[in-house]
């Protein structure tokens, strides 16, 4: 049983439940694609929020699997985004124990001729005796790899570029990972927007494109505004200003956008001052990057969350594009930079009704070339 098993029953897993559902997806429409009969496909929601969930989930995936199709032909079953397998309140209840105990006895005594089985799960612990179970007694698959994160999405960037009928540089490939923090969904959606804004197959993604039309991972509408400032360029910035009030009202989001690119560009300044990092040609060296975070760690608490106040939370290949016009950035005009948007701040709260010429006065108090 275990060796027919191990070929009829997939169990995919990963820490990125879209990569773990795209792989699940792609599996169970190749498993379907000769079937006729809609009663030789089910699909079963394996999320729960709470106990309960778990039963009726298992409780559907035992009926789907225990009713055979009408006119013979092989059932194919996924379970899928089961989520109670994870190191979780839901997922360490006795509860739920039991209903994974009760999943893997009905796994055992499946008939793998019958019925093909996919179950997919994100996040899933793998210390637990259900894990490894699976990994030893099933076709086991680890979407994303044990592989690094970012390295983990090229091959996914390349798939998804050539489905687009368009290529992609490898400096626009790390861009857009930086950018939007990793991300799997936005990654492949920001693919999709890029592909379609070319029009045409055959066309390239470059480093320029990415970094025009692709927003920072939480900056929402404000990214370009901050692009344009970090620039130094004073004609995009109040045009990116203009945009930005065209449609919106408040200037707030894009001072603390502004902000927290100049806490990264502070401690950016300061640790090239120290000659703690260098700054080459191809960037920033990541060496340098781990060594200091070592020794500034202290300072960081353990196990430090991503967020603007930690430069060592960040990508390097994002840090190395901020730092591209440090060399015009002393840490004087920095922490001058935090005195203005802090002046601004206090401007908006005294004219609300007067936003945008605020934040048009910001930009050139800041950037207007000295006489």
């Known amino acids: 049983m275990g060796s027919k098993m191990s070929k009829e029953f997939t169990f995919i897993c990963g820490g990125d439940d879209f990569l773990v559902s795209r792989m699940a997806k792609a599996l169970f429409e190749e498993k379907t694609r000769d079937l006729t009969d809609d009663f030789s496909k089910e699909i079963i929601n394996g999320t729960s929020a709470k106990v309960s969930d ?21 059932k194919v079953v996924w379970l899928k985004e089961v989520n109670f397998l994870a190191d979780s309140v839901t997922g360490r209840a006795e509860g739920t124990l039991a209903q994974v105990e009760l999943l893997k006895q009905l796994l055992e005594s499946t008939n793998p001729q019958g019925v093909d089985i996919i179950i997919s799960a994100s996040p899933m612990d793998r210390r637990r005796a259900f894990a490894k179970w699976c990994e030893k007694n099933t076709d ?6 044990d592989k690094r994160k970012e390295n983990a999405l090229h091959p996914l960037i390349e798939e998804e570029s050539r489905l687009q009928g368009v290529t992609i540089t490898d400096d626009a490939r790390e861009l857009l990972i930086a950018k939007l923090g990793g991300n799997t969904r ?7 927007k890029m592909a379609t804004f070319l029009g045409s197959e055959g066309q390239e993604i470059d480093e320029k494109l990415v970094a025009e039309i692709v927003p920072e991972f939480g900056e929402s509408n404000f990214f370009e505004a901050a692009e344009a400032f970090y620039s130094l360029d004073l004609e ?7 945009r930005h009030f065209f449609t919106q009202k408040d200037g707030r989001g894009i001072i603390s956008t502004l902000q927290g690119r100049n806490r990264l560009l502070i401690q950016l300044r300061v640790l090239l001052d120290s000659n703690e990092i260098r700054l080459g040609g191809r960037g920033l060296s990541s060496g340098d990057l781990k060594n200091a975070a070592q020794t500034y760690a202290r300072h960081f608490g353990e196990k430090p969350e991503k967020n603007n106040f930690n430069v060592f939370t960040q990508n390097p290949w994002y840090l190395g594009r901020l730092a591209a016009n440090i060399g015009k950035l002393p840490l004087r005009k920095l922490i001058d930079f935090q005195t203005q948007f802090l002046r601004a701040f206090e401007e908006i709260l005294n004219r609300p009704d007067d936003q945008e010429a605020v934040m ?8 207007k070339p000295s006489k």
């Open 186 to 192: 936005l990654v492949i959606e920001e693919l999709r």
């Open 54 to 74: 778990v039963e009726l989930a298992v409780g559907r995936f035992r009926q789907a699997v225990q009713t055979l199709p009408l006119f013979g032909e092989r």
């Open 360 to 367: 048009r006065d910001l930009a050139i108090r800041c950037l």
């Open 236 to 242: 995009w910035t109040l045009e990116a200003i203009r």
């Open 140 to 145: 086991f698959r680890l979407a994303g790899g």
